[in-house]
């Protein structure tokens, strides 16, 4: 992890960071499994990237302390990688022969001195988040404290927004949005890429004046061949990710001739590099998500640094289940996320969850942020047994 601690930057003034890697409570391991899930999915996600259908994979740590106590993590990696460079296969090996040997049948105090275990390690950040999140949720179980409170969390709501795949067409669409918006959800994010940009972007305006609208391209433009011009005339709450994550320079130049903040996405793969992009100016709004960051503690870095910089902040996601939001739904609830988040219902996009009970948006537009300690919503072991399709582990339970 590379974090304001040993960066020898600027300091981040006393946050959520130094809190939470103050949070002590042994953790020794006796066992630890890792789960390859094959989930149905019901619907097809399109981005710039390509289409998920189908079947998605996911994997799945499962970590077990000596007193019992058992905590679970998501590693969302997409089939292919060109939202980051991880894959399934890679995160399963990186926790298989790196991670989880190097944190069997040792004390540690906290989940960040655990984490430090694989700090050397570079990349990775799906394998390091699925980990690192398992032993959140033993810490959480141990202290009896619900994640949210330990992190130092605000609000027990999170306002929500659905993020829009690309459509076969705007009907179709539009009828989505309409389903949506009555189930609650009270901000839109559309996918863009092009081909599916400024006409979509205006149908969407006129038939929902009244709803927050935003656009993600995830890099699929260049400076040149973007609408930038037409997208800034429609009062978007941001644009997000218009060019690759590296384009540093062009993203600053393209938000110095915009209104429109710019949101990182791609470009935020850590502290350094959003610190980065922020002091360029490569973007005015940041988009916090932890398989990206490669762990929560990476999460509350970024989350302190937009504070100090008066950035705003928002908690995206991957597609992650019921298990993966928990962490996501309780790190929203820190003071620096102060716009909508990304946090679908598992129905939205898979034939079930793999948590009992989910959660769900409520009529005023939220998700309440759990409130029981350990994983946010209880995972139900016989849907992570029925639809694994590869198992690992070691230790033993006695
Ligand atoms: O760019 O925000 C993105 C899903 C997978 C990979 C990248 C992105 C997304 C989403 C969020 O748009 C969807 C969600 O998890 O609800
Ligand atoms: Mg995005």
Redesign the pocket.
């Known amino acids: 992890m590379q974090t304001s601690a040993n960066t020898g930057g600027d300091p981040v003034s006393p946050g959520s960071f130094e809190r939470a890697k103050a949070i002590e409570t042994p953790i020794r391991l006796r066992r630890a499994d890792l789960f390859m899930l094959s989930l149905p999915m019901c619907r097809t996600f399109k981005?710039a990237y390509g289409a998920s259908a189908g079947m998605k994979r996911a994997i799945l740590v499962r970590l077990e302390d000596e007193d019992g106590t058992v905590g679970w993590g998501e590693a969302p990696a997409?089939e292919r990688p060109v939202?980051g460079t991880d894959t399934p296969e890679g995160t399963w090996s990186v926790l298989a022969d790196l991670i989880l040997p190097g944190v069997m049948a040792r004390t540690f105090s906290g989940p960040s001195q655990l984490a430090k275990t694989w700090e050397d390690l570079l990349g990775q950040h799906y394998a390091k988040h699925a980990a690192e999140s398992a032993s959140w949720a033993i810490a959480s179980e141990k202290i009896g404290v619900p994640l949210a409170l330990m992190w130092g969390g605000v609000r027990a709501r999170i306002p929500v927004g659905e993020?829009f795949s690309i459509y076969d067409n705007i009907e179709l669409l539009l009828e989505e949005i309409a389903l949506r918006l009555q189930e609650g959800f009270s901000r839109i994010k559309l996918?863009i890429a092009p081909g599916w940009d400024v006409s979509v972007v205006s149908a969407v305006k006129n038939a929902f004046p009244e709803t927050p609208l935003s656009v993600?391209a995830?890099c699929g433009y260049t400076v040149e061949s973007g609408p930038w011009k037409e997208l800034d005339d429609f009062d978007l709450l941001m644009i997000?990710q218009p060019l690759p994550g590296d384009a540093l320079i062009e993203l600053s130049t393209l938000q110095s001739t915009l209104q429109t903040p710019i949101c990182l996405?791609e470009s935020a793969t850590g502290y350094n590099t959003t610190r980065t992009a922020l002091h360029l100016g490569a973007g005015r709004i940041v988009?916090i998500k932890p398989p990206r960051l490669g762990g929560l503690l990476e999460c509350f870095a970024v989350h302190d640094l937009c504070v100090d910089l008066e950035v705003p902040a928002w908690c995206?996601?991957?597609?992650?289940t019921g298990i993966g939001r928990g962490f996501n739904l309780a790190l929203a609830s820190l003071p620096g996320f102060t716009m909508h988040a990304?946090?679908?219902p598992a129905r939205i996009f898979y034939e079930e969850d793999l948590v009992e009970p989910t959660f769900d948006i409520e009529l005023d537009g939220c998700i309440s942020v759990p409130s029981r300690p350990g994983n946010g919503f209880p995972v139900v072991p016989e849907r992570v047994e029925r639809l694994a399709i590869r198992k690992w582990s070691i230790g033993s339970t006695k």
Not at 316 to 320: A, D, I, N, P, Y
């Open positions: 981005s997409p939202y993020s996918k993600d995830n997000e996405d988009n995206g996601g991957t597609l992650e990304d946090m679908s």
